[in-house]
């Protein structure tokens, strides 16, 4: 008999992340969103993934820098705007308190008025994966160290109970985009408004049902579409995914700074991919 679903607590896909040790003194900057249970994007906004507590069942807990939950929490405090991030909400299955290492069992159970209700709950993702930890633990989302500088964070609702296979059903996310300048050199992109630059995007199909809390990732099918939309619906380019679920799409014109990437597919439209500026760190 498969064991209960586990929302958040665990997730299957692993993604090594050597270089992404967070420090207590310089925290991250991730790019962090939530899709809600309508469907409504809070996000994506860079922001420090600092070391924070938490109040849980009356106490005050500690969460660890560098973890999604801490992720989650910062944007909460950076959404100045509407859609804002609601009343996040926790439930300890540990014995939380000051050292974030006894916080590594929290779980989240709502965020504003969309609260857990067996077996739907909130998942997360990094880079376009599901991670395999509590969302608050200090070894990180993998459990082979914390959130890389500049990795992408997604929470979302999952409605398991609309899929008789008992998953989140198949869906499409975006990972981790990698730019370069292609005029004047091999140089990093200094923001996403240069003029020709070509755009790496990885793109994910969440799919699978094994007993885990969010199924598999695998590479999206070769032929889905990823466009480079403009903040007026226009899109600037698109490229389709080839080989290792990966498209690569070159720009000759400026990008606009609230341009968004969005993967196209049958199997529905991956709710991430905003272009940030990421503060200096």
């Not at 077996?119 to 160290?145: H, M, Q």
């Not at 466009?227 to 226009?234: H, I, Q, R, S």
Request: proline letters at 9%.
């Amino acid at each position: 008999m498969r064991r209960p679903l586990t929302l958040t607590l665990l997730a299957v896909a692993a993604l090594a992340m050597p270089s992404g040790v967070a420090s207590a003194a310089q925290p991250p900057y991730v790019a962090v969103s939530v899709a809600t249970k309508n469907g409504t994007l809070i996000g994506p906004i860079a922001v420090r993934a600092k070391e924070v507590r938490v109040r849980v069942s009356g106490k005050r807990c500690t969460v660890a820098a560098g973890t999604p939950l801490a992720a989650l929490v910062a944007l909460k405090s950076a959404a100045k705007r509407p859609p804002k991030v609601g009343t996040i909400r926790l439930r300890d299955y540990a014995a939380c308190g000051k050292r974030p290492s006894s916080s590594s069992r929290l779980y989240l159970t709502g965020i504003g008025a969309d609260r857990e209700r067996a077996p739907d709950g909130w998942i997360y993702e990094v880079n376009g994966k599901g991670g395999t930890t509590s969302a608050a633990d200090p070894l990180g989302p993998f459990g082979r160290g914390r959130l890389e500088k500049h990795a992408t964070v997604n929470w979302r609702w999952c409605r398991i109970s609309e899929d008789p296979e008992g998953d989140c059903g198949d869906t499409l996310a975006i990972g981790k985009i990698v730019a370069r300048v292609t005029r004047g050199g091999d140089t990093p992109v200094p923001s996403p408004t240069v003029m020709g630059t070509e755009y790496t995007v990885p793109v994910q199909l969440r799919t699978g049902a094994n007993g885990d809390a969010n199924g598999i990732s695998a590479p999206a099918p070769v032929g889905t579409v990823v466009d480079l939309v403009a903040p007026t619906g226009a899109v600037i380019v698109s490229g389709t995914v080839g080989a290792g679920g990966v498209a690569v799409m070159e720009t000759t014109t400026v990008v606009p700074p609230t341009a968004r990437f969005i993967a196209r597919g049958a199997t529905g439209v991956a709710p991430a991919g905003k272009l940030l500026a990421f503060p200096a760190s």
